[in-house]
């Protein structure tokens, strides 16, 4: 939901939203429903590109090209996360606005990331390592949700595709790559 209210304040009068999302992975239909909530409550339209394999990659986003695409919302996914580069090469070709789950994918020349923080969750991870070395029981730790998130956005990759990114949206930003 929130990657979808970061476009839609990237892209004032945005009102066609893709999501490239893996639906075979239990992880991925609950965020299509949480998009196409937050779209419908933005009078935006979405479409969804089940992606399975590194080819649907390709024709999900030479669709979204063809077809102009407002911009697209990248899940969290094994699939997404081994094929950074070719997303974001992808989603520059055809100047389709994307957003995405991860800084690596900016960092590989993607536009915009909004989501956990990994080194943070990784930090607090180790905490409950610790607290288990200590004797502490797995079964009795309770669990935490991320609470750490970051919001990076590459500068070089909006030019790239023609976009000026709102003042206000990168003074929000955890990081700005020029």
């Given amino acids: 939901g929130k990657r979808t209210e970061l476009l839609r304040d990237m892209l004032p009068g945005l009102s066609w939203i893709g999501a490239l999302l893996n639906m075979?992975?239990?992880?991925?239909?609950?965020?299509?429903?949480?998009?196409?909530?937050?779209?419908?409550s933005n009078s935006m339209e979405t479409q969804l590109f089940d992606v399975r394999s590194a080819a649907d990659l390709?024709?999900?986003?030479?669709?979204?090209?063809?077809?102009?695409?407002?911009a697209i919302i990248v899940g969290i996914d094994t699939?997404?996360?081994s094929n950074?580069?070719?997303?974001?090469?992808?989603?520059?070709?055809?100047?389709?606005?994307?957003?995405y789950p991860?800084?690596?994918?900016?960092?590989?020349?993607?536009l915009i990331s909004f989501g956990v923080n990994y080194p943070d969750l990784y930090r607090r991870?180790?905490?409950f390592v610790d607290k288990i070395f200590k004797g502490a029981r797995p079964s009795d730790l309770p669990v935490e949700q991320p609470t750490k998130f970051e919001l990076v956005a590459n500068l070089k990759s909006a030019?790239?595709?023609?976009?000026?990114?709102?003042?206000?949206?990168?003074a929000r930003a955890d990081e700005v790559i020029e």
Avoid at 102 to 110: M, T
């Fill in 24 to 40: 075979s992975n239990g992880s991925q239909p609950p965020q299509w429903t949480e998009i196409q909530k937050t779209a419908r």
């Fill in 58 to 70: 390709v024709s999900a986003l030479d669709d979204a090209g063809k077809h102009k695409a407002g």
């Fill in 159 to 170: 030019k790239a595709i023609g976009l000026a990114v709102p003042p206000m949206l990168l």
């Fill in 125 to 127: 991870a180790a905490t």
């Fill in 79 to 81: 699939l997404t996360q």
């Fill in 102 to 110: 991860s800084r690596e994918f900016v960092d590989s020349g993607g």
């Fill in 84 to 99: 950074q580069r070719l997303i974001s090469e992808l989603a520059a070709k055809h100047r389709v606005p994307a957003i």
